[in-house]
T-cell receptor, first 112, second 115 residues
Framework: GQQLNQSPQSMFIQEGEDVSMNCTSS?????WLWYKQDPGEGPVLLIALYKAGELTSNGRLTAQFGITRKDSFLNISASIPSDVGIYFCAGLFSGGYQKVTFGTGTKLQVIP | DVKVTQSSRYLVKRTGEKVFLECVQDMDHENMFWYRQDPGLGLRLIYFSYDVKMKEKGDIPEGYSVSREKKERFSLILESASTNQTSMYLC??????????????FGPGTRLTVL
């Protein structure tokens, strides 16, 4: 199955820094989802985006639905140690059975 | 809060055994999914179901079957477990919210080891 291109693959940052990651697709989606996965756990939904150009926040997290509908971005401001984990984007095109295409993941490590 | 639960967090089975992984969701979602997650391969869809007793093959259905007798429960069955089925198994459910808004929620995962 297809996977979305997510970058960067991994990143080390200092506590307090801002983080940006993005996800690109060759296909159009009308829903973008962002998840965080801690080691040994299932992905937890962070933000859902439903409209091209939409900007949505959840605490220190902000995500944007690209205007081309082929990309999405996630920003984390003022990172803290518990932000450590793997972040996945996911695209969905409604009209089917809500099958989701996932990104390859961005592994975030925060240095205290 | 949406709740997706999986019957076991960790499971160890022997080659050739029949293995059942259970998933239950409490939000009356129509769609349920089974994925496996392996390092370097990401999340891969095994099977999904869009209604009771309905099932569709995902990208990697070989060696697996599923059962959905009740809306809230979706079972993954490994007919004869093999070592290459050692993996993290994730169940998810989804529904269409008002305004055509879709979303998908995951369970905590089952780490299966086949010896």
């Amino acid at each position: 199955g297809q996977q979305l291109n997510q970058s960067p693959q991994s990143m080390f940052i200092q506590e307090g820094e801002d983080v940006s990651m993005n996800c690109t697709s060759s296909s159009i989606f009308n829903t973008w989802l962002w998840y965080k996965q801690d080691p040994g756990e299932g992905p937890v939904l962070l933000i859902a985006l439903y409209k091209a150009g939409e900007l949505t926040s959840n605490g220190r997290l902000t995500a944007q639905f690209g205007i081309t509908r082929k990309d999405s971005f996630l920003n984390i401001s003022a990172s803290i140690p518990s932000d450590v984990g793997i972040y996945f984007c996911a695209g969905l095109f409604s009209g089917g059975y809500q099958k989701v295409t996932f990104g390859t993941g961005t592994k975030l490590q925060v240095i205290p | 809060d949406v709740k997706v639960t999986q019957s076991s967090r960790y499971l160890v089975k022997r080659t050739g055994e029949k293995v059942f992984l259970e998933c239950v969701q409490d939000m009356d979602h129509e769609n349920m999914f089974w994925y496996r997650q392996d390092p370097g391969l990401g999340l891969r869809l095994i099977y999904f179901s869009y209604d009771v007793k309905m099932k569709e093959k995902g990208d990697i259905p070989e060696g697996y079957s599923v059962s959905r007798e009740k809306k809230e429960r979706f079972s993954l069955i490994l007919e004869s477990a093999s070592t290459n089925q050692t993996s993290m198994y994730l169940c998810a459910s989804s529904t269409r919210l008002a305004g055509g808004r879709d979303t998908q929620y995951f369970g905590p995962g089952t780490r299966l080891t086949v010896l």
